[in-house]
Structure formats: structure tokens, C-alpha cells
Nanobody, 124 residues
Framework: QVQLVESGGGLVQAGGSLRLSCAASGRTFSRYVMTWFRQAPGKEREFVSA????????FYADSVKGRFTISRDNAKNTVYLQMNTLKPEDTAVYYC?????????????????WGQGTQVTVSS
């Protein structure tokens, strides 16, 4: 089992940047595919970005491609989401999630563990 704790959210103006972190407990972090989802008020939770267990492969939603970068440090049990050129439509609660599966999935049901979320608000 793994526990996930996100941090780094906040209020930023459009065009600004934030870096989210997700720290995981336990000694098996490298066994998990790690993914960021987000959920805006009144909307379904949506896939943002994922990274493979080794970090060699990354995946992005079209809406964030070229602006967001996911990375992980398996020695620190942490996954990051660098968010640049933020837009008001990026406003949401951001969640990190972990999966023991062998393939990356973009659907929330494919993930076993979730953090509590961190709020990101982008003002126009």
C-alpha cells in the first residue's frame, strides 16, 4: 500500500507557473505508474499526465501538452508536475494517483491509490 501527499498548489495569474509535488510513502515507489488528474467544479475528473515506472515514458493530455512536464525521482519517492503558461481553464483540484498496472491508463478507475488533492487557481 502507498500513501500519497500532494503539495505546491496555489493562486497564480494567467501565464504564470507552479510546480506540484506528490510524495509517496513506502519503499516500492518505482513499482507504480504515477499520474496526475484534475477536477474542476461541476466536471468529471480528467487525466492530465502520466509517467512510467522508470520515468522513461511520459504522457500528456492534449490540453496541457507543451506547457506541463511530469517527472519523478524514485530515490525521493516523489513525482512532480511542472506547470507553465497557466490558463484560467487549468483551475482545478489536482490529484496524484498510483497504479501497479503494467500499462498507463487515462481513466481514474485504473488507479489504486490517490492523494487528497491540491487546489490550483489561475486568475485571468
Amino acid at each position: 500500500q502507498v500513501q500519497l501527499v500532494e503539495s505546491g498548489g496555489g493562486l497564480v495569474q494567467a501565464g504564470g507557473s507552479l510546480r506540484l509535488s506528490c510524495a509517496a510513502s513506502g519503499r516500492t515507489f518505482s513499482r507504480y505508474v504515477m499520474t496526475w488528474f484534475r477536477q474542476a467544479p461541476g466536471k468529471e475528473r480528467e487525466f492530465v499526465s502520466a509517467i512510467s515506472k522508470s520515468g522513461s515514458s511520459t504522457f500528456y493530455a492534449d490540453s496541457v501538452k507543451g506547457r506541463f512536464t511530469i517527472s519523478r525521482d524514485n530515490a525521493k519517492n516523489t513525482v512532480y508536475l511542472q506547470m507553465n503558461t497557466l490558463k484560467p481553464e487549468d483551475t482545478a483540484v489536482y490529484y496524484c494517483a498510483a497504479s501497479t498496472g503494467t500499462v498507463v491508463t487515462t481513466t481514474p478507475s485504473g488507479y489504486d491509490y490517490w492523494g487528497q488533492g491540491t487546489q490550483v487557481t489561475v486568475s485571468s
